[in-house]
């Protein structure tokens, strides 16, 4: 018992982020823990189990831009999109002339400034480390962006991680009670967040349908 209450008190307890914009001025995308550079194994079958191989693509919290690039090899229309300015110039940098129907915009999930719909949302490493008191914001928003019917593919980390530091845990059940006024949760499978720590941490990969 008194196990199963450390771990709840450790999934919840307050956790602290970097300054975004600072991280990327200073660090080189490749050394960060979520630099992968092929496309998310996860996402990849799951679009494979859904025959999903066209339409528009959201890449909310790009980061190094990695998965957007991905996206736009297989010919979606994407757009990422990042808190960090700098963040956005080097992946817009790394991805330009190469002829792909791909941008990159600054933009705060919490105030987006976006304007247009997309078919699909790829959520990798943005929503867990949101504050708790704001993502019934991010569930709504993430909503507006989606045409009817469309995906959000969501990867957080799991509650079975147990390192030190680093973003918010979910249970399947958390990820369920967030999201399901607004989407039909069609699975939440365990995972591991790919990137280049030597141990990959434990992760959930969730497929969300807007209602
Ligand atoms: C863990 S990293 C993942 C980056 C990228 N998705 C990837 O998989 O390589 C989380 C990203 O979310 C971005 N971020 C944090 N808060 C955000 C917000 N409110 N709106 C948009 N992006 C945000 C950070 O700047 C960071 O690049």
């Not at 200073?26 to 992968?36: D, K, L, N, S």
């Not at 190094?64 to 996206?71: D, E, I």
């Not at 790394?94 to 705060?108: H, P």
Request: a neutral charge.
């Amino acid at each position: 018992m008194k196990k199963l209450e450390d771990n709840h008190s450790e999934l919840h307890r307050r956790r602290e982020f970097p300054d975004w914009e600072k991280m990327y001025v200073e660090q080189a995308v490749e050394t960060m823990p979520w630099f992968h550079p092929e496309l998310d194994a996860d996402l990849d079958k799951a679009l494979d189990r859904l025959s999903i191989d066209s339409g528009s693509f959201l890449d909310l919290g790009t980061g190094p831009g990695t998965q957007a690039l991905a996206l736009a090899e297989r010919g979606f229309r994407v757009t990422g999109t990042d808190i960090s300015k700098t963040a956005v110039r080097k992946a817009a940098a790394l991805t330009a002339e190469k002829g792909l129907d791909l941008v990159f915009k600054q933009d705060d999930i919490l105030k987006t400034g976006l304007n247009k719909k997309f078919n699909c949302i790829f959520d990798r490493g943005c929503f867990h480390v949101l504050a708790p008191e704001k993502r019934g914001e991010y569930v709504k928003t993430a909503s507006e962006l989606l045409e009817p019917g469309g995906y959000l593919f969501l990867k957080t980390f799991s509650f079975e991680e147990t390192m030190e530091g680093g973003p918010y845990r979910f249970t399947p059940d958390e990820i369920k009670v967030l999201f399901e006024k607004r989407f039909e949760v069609v699975s939440i499978g365990e995972s591991r967040y790919y990137g280049t720590l030597p141990t990959l941490p434990k992760a959930l990969f969730c497929v969300l349908r807007k209602r």
